[in-house]
């Protein structure tokens, strides 16, 4: 069965549009909400408490406070705001808001109104998430694990997720939505799945280059459409710093697999992971005997288990659940997302990896490192990527304290890392980026800066929506 999970919603579009085409400058204006057609007014929100939720966003990093939050009741609501915001002399600015799951501000704007899009779910007849036999209607303010758990009680989901489920549809669209499962699919496309359980092997790597090329040679089963092609494969980084985190692996073999971290400062795991169903099950120890046939990881150290498919997709939610209850959730995150082409991945391994984050043990966690294929992606995507036709992806999920200097520190350890990568001449792109110049976004967008700039021009002229953005201010 199958299904076009392509997602068709007015909420969803309109997010994902303005998402893409509309980044904004700010501007100093007179307006006030007390000035507001009564229509709109009765929708804007002055609560102080209300106006502190919509200064901060998942980074913790920047804070700016806007004038009011507006609640929206349908698109309609939406449409009216970004009129009554464009008829004026001097247009107030308006950032769209799902779960803020931002780093650098790139959902708030100062002095201008939030856009609370979660509010656009109390409007849909009660509706929320419709399932039916060729598609799933569902608004961009809806989360993932909600469309998750609406269309696998029909035995279905779309092919493609994020990592991370508690995140809006319409704001991980709009920025593509990446995940191990792009080198198939790409991000987040429009593909379904009947299926129950999954398998997921960890394999480990002392060699760098082993690591990686096992990565591409998993990938390219898709390419040649072997059947025997993994549905999902990513890999992770494990450096030495205490406490390692080996929750995935088996008891007895944690301290065998801290005294590799221990001996080579760095050790590689590939995560792969075979979807089956009971009609499936008898052939899935054949089908992953013959993904593993020919790779190179460190012999004996291949780990496995079997669990839900809801489960593996929700995963980061329990670790979510973890740090909430012992406080290191809602703290600042000073993340770090690359794009680097695939010719110079042993150059950052050796220069950043190793070169900085090693050498001058830098807190990073457990970093993600896996290739995609460039194929997979549609230059319309305001996202950018390098210019070869694997290109990797790196995660660097770190979480600080509060302390402002803490929070610089991580910050200038990123920049060092951009730094090396631009004197190495390793032409990265930025994923989520947040830049402070005019010239640095043009470097990040290249060939696509025209088309970025004719999109602003088109579909927001005097520059009001996603200021956080700061792409043209």
Not at 277 to 289: L, M, P, R, Y
Not at 352 to 359: A, R
Request: glycine letters at 6%; hydrophobic letters at 35%; aromatic letters at 12%.
């Amino acid at each position: 069965m199958t299904m076009n999970s392509s997602i068709v919603s007015k909420a969803l579009f309109l997010l994902c549009l303005t998402s893409i085409v509309v980044l904004t400058l700010g501007h100093a204006h007179p307006w006030l909400p007390s000035q507001t057609p009564k229509k709109l007014a009765l929708k804007l929100s002055l609560n102080n408490q209300t106006l502190s939720l919509a200064s901060s966003d998942f980074g913790f990093i920047v804070h700016e406070t806007p004038l009011a939050v507006f609640e929206p009741s349908s698109v309609n609501d939406i449409m009216d705001l970004i009129k009554y915001s464009n008829s004026l002399p001097i247009p107030f600015t308006i950032a769209q808001r799902g779960q803020a799951h931002s780093i650098h501000g790139q959902t708030m704007t100062r002095d201008g109104v939030v856009l609370n899009m979660t509010r656009l779910g109390d409007f849909r007849n009660g509706s929320r998430i419709v399932v039916n036999d060729e598609y799933v209607d569902v608004g961009g303010e809806q989360l993932w694990i909600d469309v998750l758990n609406a269309t696998f009680k029909h035995g279905l989901t779309p092919f493609s997720w994020t990592d991370y489920m508690y995140l809006s549809v319409g704001g991980t669209l709009s920025n593509a939505g990446i995940n191990g499962r792009m080198f198939r699919f790409g991000p987040q496309i429009s593909n379904v799945l009947e299926l129950d359980v999954v398998k997921r092997l960890r394999l480990l790597y002392n060699e760098f280059s082993a690591f990686t090329n096992d990565q591409e040679h998993l990938i390219s089963f898709h390419e040649r459409n072997d059947t025997r092609a993994a549905d999902y494969v990513s890999g992770y980084i494990i450096v030495n710093q205490a406490p390692l985190d080996l929750s995935f692996y088996p008891a007895q073999y944690q301290p065998r697999i801290t005294s590799l971290v221990t001996k080579y400062g760095i050790i590689y795991s590939i995560e792969l992971v075979k979807y089956y169903d009971n009609n499936s099950q008898t052939h899935i120890k054949e089908e992953v005997a013959s993904l593993l046939k020919g790779l190179n990881y460190i012999p004996k150290f291949v780990f496995e288990k079997d669990e839900s498919y809801v489960d593996f997709q929700n995963r980061i939610h329990t670790t979510e659940l973890d740090l909430t209850s012992k406080g290191f959730w809602n703290v600042p995150h000073p993340w770090l997302n690359l794009f680097i082409p695939r010719s110079r991945i042993s150059d950052f391994n050796e220069g950043v990896l190793k070169g900085i984050i090693l050498e001058q043990n830098i807190s990073v966690g457990a970093p993600t490192f896996y290739p995609t294929n460039r194929n997979k992606w549609d230059y319309r995507m305001s996202a950018v990527t390098p210019n070869e036709d694997i290109f990797y992806v790196l995660g660097l999920y770190r979480s600080t304290g509060f302390d402002k200097g803490e929070v610089e520190a991580s910050e200038a350890q990123n920049q060092q890392i951009l730094q090396f990568c631009k004197n190495a001449g390793i032409e990265i792109k930025k994923y989520l980026a947040s830049y402070k110049t005019h010239e640095e976004w043009v470097e990040q967008y290249g060939s696509k800066w025209q088309l970025i700039e004719d999109r602003k021009a088109k579909f927001d002229p005097n520059r009001i929506l996603s200021p956080g953005q700061k792409i043209f201010n």
